[in-house]
């Protein structure tokens, strides 16, 4: 290498000869270092690539991506919101709000605004009716599909396909009505010839009794509904089970409020009427006057020309009460009782409870068909196999003929009363109706939205907060259990309620304490107590535990308990009232006024009124209260004191000022 950075450089030897070179000799070749580095910077690839003839320049990812976006928007249509898709969605009985708007291909926030707008308050999985979505997707500009609804009535008439037909009359079944202690329970006492009465609980019968007699060798199924007012919804579905309904009244205490809710019931029903004037042994009792009473109801006796048999009777002294049962008989003859005997069961609860030894139990009326035991069965939530079929008077028997009622073992769970009890072909049946009316009830509890304007809200809101006291019920019937929590939640008002936080039939339990206990509430036991453990947990942690028998002492002492959480009313209480005669400035106590006490009397601790002129100028409370030179509490009527307000100081003479006191007073339900 030279100075001037020039380099020699040899030209290579032939391979072939070995030489130097061919004919001629070669220029030496000289590389300027500077140059070619900076002819080397500038060398990309784009760059070589145009240099060679043989390679096609490559377009960018980016740019391959734009234009196979181009050529996609030449063959898609220019869809704009006034050209949306018009869906046909399919609308159930009951859908979820985020199903719907997955149909629709809509947004669920704009389903649950469109909603709102409706005055339907929903939020995503929360379930509308069918009606509501239909609007919804009509508003949406979308065409609804209405699904039929599955019927499970039809599915278990399918099953329950018999090929023979033993078609024959079953018992009439007879529910006994009226207002309370009118006799309903007597009357039944005197026709089974046993005594009920003495084992009610105050004289009231808390439980649906059912009984069946023999009169003139036909046999009679008798319902005993309760008579108090809290017992109307068990005595609502006695009527849906009856063919007749005997009304009991009393003749010395006439036409009742729950004799009213009795006939209303029987009516609903369509359920035709025999009256019994019950209590025509004591002295001085005109049943005409249950007559013209009964008039005012729209029930016309035969004697005044109407349609319903009557029979005056003394179910003490057991006077008229075959021509009582005639007339039962006579009633039912314009009826059709025909049913197939040897058909699957039908049969309706009456009654259930769980009992020691025996399980979830239910006394039930056949309707339909015979019942045997080792029969499938479907229950409403509940399924299971007849273990037993125990009758009235708890004797065993293999089998019970439509209107005969009977205790059936068996149920896997405590089934409600009023439930249809369906016998299956066999087991898996019997599990597959009863997961799909579970299945169905579930569909109905979430579906419960309540339909509420904004404006309603915000009243509530406005309203305060409900104080609410917990309550826990535990019966050992389901009707009275039933019975209970209506009568509970009807207790209060806009200020205090009760809240019904669990309900179930058995005895009290730990979980109940605990959650009586984490919720602040009471846990009140109807006819059951509490197992040793439940009451250990509440004597540790305090928990109130109460225990009745009878359902008119449970809802008093409730309605006492919940006055307890209402705010107690003040109420202003006039003592006394002072003439200001004259004034007096002072540096300490400002203006104080020379006073008289025109009547009643005056009080450092009272509150004010300076009334001038008829007008009220100013209310406060008493500065100082002095008689001469003395600080006193109190002056009397026509004695003379001195008086100063606090933080007032504006009084002329003829002033009158007013003391009063404010008392807490409490509140009752």
């Known amino acids: 290498m030279t100075k001037d950075n020039k380099t020699t450089t040899t030209p290579p030897k032939s391979p072939a000869t070995g030489t130097t070179g061919g004919a001629a000799p070669r220029k030496k070749l000289t590389l300027n270092t500077t140059a070619f580095q900076k002819k080397l910077s500038s060398l990309s690839v784009n760059n070589i690539l145009e240099d060679e003839p043989d390679y096609e320049k490559m377009p960018s990812l980016a740019k391959t991506k734009r234009n196979r976006e181009k050529q996609n928007k030449k063959f898609k249509p220019n869809l704009t919101s006034s050209q949306k898709i018009v869906r046909e969605v399919d609308i159930p009985v009951k859908i979820s709000v985020q199903e719907l708007a997955s149909r629709m291909s809509e947004k669920t926030g704009d389903v649950v605004k469109a909603l709102m707008k409706s005055g339907v308050m929903a939020t995503a999985n929360q379930y509308i009716d069918g009606d509501t979505a239909e609007l919804i997707v009509t508003e949406f500009g979308h065409t609804p599909k209405r699904e039929e609804a599955i019927s499970l009535k039809d599915e278990i008439a399918n099953h329950q396909k018999t090929s023979s037909s033993d078609i024959k009359a079953r018992p009439p079944i007879v529910t006994v009505m009226g207002h309370v202690d009118h006799g309903k329970t007597s009357l039944l006492d005197a026709l089974r010839n046993t005594n009920v009465t003495a084992r009610e609980s105050g004289g009231i019968t808390q439980h649906i009794g059912a009984y069946q007699i023999q009169h003139n060798k036909n046999p009679i199924t008798f319902l005993d509904t309760p008579g108090h007012a809290a017992f109307s919804n068990i005595r609502s579905r006695g009527a849906n089970l009856t063919d007749v309904v005997v009304l009991v009244v009393a003749a010395n205490d006439s036409v009742k409020p729950q004799t009213i809710e009795a006939i209303s019931h029987a009516k609903a029903a369509g359920v035709p009427i025999v009256l019994a004037i019950n209590k025509m042994d004591l002295p001085d009792v005109d049943p005409n006057i249950v007559r013209n009473d009964l008039l005012s109801h729209e029930v016309v006796v035969e004697s005044y020309s109407g349609d319903v048999l009557e029979t005056e009777i003394s179910a003490v002294k057991k006077t008229n009460l075959d021509k009582l049962l005639d007339n039962i008989l006579l009633q039912i003859e314009i009826l059709d009782l025909n049913v197939e005997h040897n058909k699957l069961a039908e049969a309706i609860v009456v009654e259930s409870k769980i009992e020691t030894g025996k399980g979830s139990v239910a006394t039930v009326i056949i309707k339909n068909g015979t019942l045997k035991e080792g029969d499938h069965f479907t229950c409403g939530s509940a399924f299971g196999r007849v273990r037993a079929l125990l009758d009235e008077q708890g004797k065993r028997v293999k089998s019970a003929p439509p209107g005969m009622p009977v205790e059936v073992l068996g149920f896997d769970s405590v089934p409600q009363a009023g439930d249809v009890m369906y016998v299956m072909p066999n087991e898996e049946t019997a599990k597959d109706i009863t997961e799909k009316v579970k299945e169905q009830k579930k569909l109905e509890n979430t579906a419960s939205v309540t339909k509420s304007s904004l404006e309603e809200m915000m009243a509530n809101v406005s309203k305060g907060e409900v104080k609410k006291l917990p309550i826990i019920v535990k019966a050992d019937v389901q009707g009275s259990l039933e019975a209970i929590v209506a009568s509970l939640e009807k207790v209060g008002n806009d200020e205090v309620k009760i809240n019904v936080i669990h309900n179930a039939i058995g005895a009290i339990n730990e979980s109940d304490v605990s959650l009586a ?42 309605k006492k308990m919940l006055s307890g959480l209402l705010t107690p009313d003040t109420k202003e209480e006039i003592i006394g009232h002072a003439e200001v005669r004259d004034t007096f400035s002072s540096s300490k106590f400002g203006t104080i006024a020379g006073c008289f006490v025109t009547n009643g009397y005056v009080s450092n601790s009272a509150k004010i009124r300076l009334v001038r002129e008829g007008k009220i100028i100013h209310e406060g409370e008493v500065g100082t209260l002095k008689r001469f030179k003395d600080d006193v509490k109190e002056v009397r009527e026509n004695y003379e004191c001195g008086i100063s307000f606090k933080d007032y100081s504006d009084i002329l003479i003829k002033d009158e000022i007013e003391f009063y006191i404010t008392k807490e007073v409490q509140k009752e339900l």
């Open 517 to 558: 206990n984490s919720a602040q509430g009471v846990v009140i036991g109807f006819n059951i107590r509490a197992i040793p453990q439940a009451r250990t947990i509440a004597k540790r942690d305090k928990v109130d535990i109460r225990y009745y028998s009878i359902i008119y002492e449970l809802i008093d002492d409730m």
